[in-house]
């Protein structure tokens, strides 16, 4: 079993900048990739960014490169998102995920992976 923890969440004005975090614990061992998701009111849950748990390869969305910079700390089996000229369609609830296929990584459909993390609220206002 993978646990994940998220935090750094909150309310911010359009052009501002946050970082979540998300600490994975338990078997971290079987982990290859750490994603970000997101889901905002009415919508589905959409990909945002992803990281090989080595830290050498990521892959993004088209609407976040540029402004979204996904980053891992190995010593603390931590992932990073610094979310910068954020936007007001940037609002949802973001989560983080493990996927622990060996030979695929970087994928970006929910449904591929294995563990989640409980959620995180960013508002982005006008």
């Known amino acids: 079993q993978v646990q994940l923890d998220e935090s750094g969440g909150g309310l911010v004005q359009a052009g501002g900048s946050l970082r979540l975090s998300c600490t994975a614990s338990?078997?971290?061992?079987?982990?290859?990739?750490m994603g970000w998701f997101r889901q905002a009111p009415g919508k589905e849950r959409e990909f945002v960014c992803a990281?090989?748990?080595?830290?050498?390869?990521?892959s993004y969305t088209d609407s976040v490169k540029g402004r979204f910079t996904i980053s891992r700390d190995n010593a603390k089996n931590t992932v990073y998102l610094q979310m910068n000229s954020l936007k007001p369609e940037d609002t949802a609830v973001y989560s983080c995920?493990?996927?622990?296929?060996?030979?695929?990584?970087?994928?970006?459909?929910?449904?591929?992976?294995?563990?989640w993390g409980q959620g995180t609220q960013v508002t982005v206002s006008s």
């Open positions: 990281i090989t748990w080595s830290g050498e390869s990521t």
């Open positions: 338990g078997r971290t061992y079987n982990i290859y990739t």
């Open positions: 995920a493990a996927d622990t296929n060996r030979l695929l990584r970087l994928r970006r459909g929910a449904n591929l992976y294995d563990y």
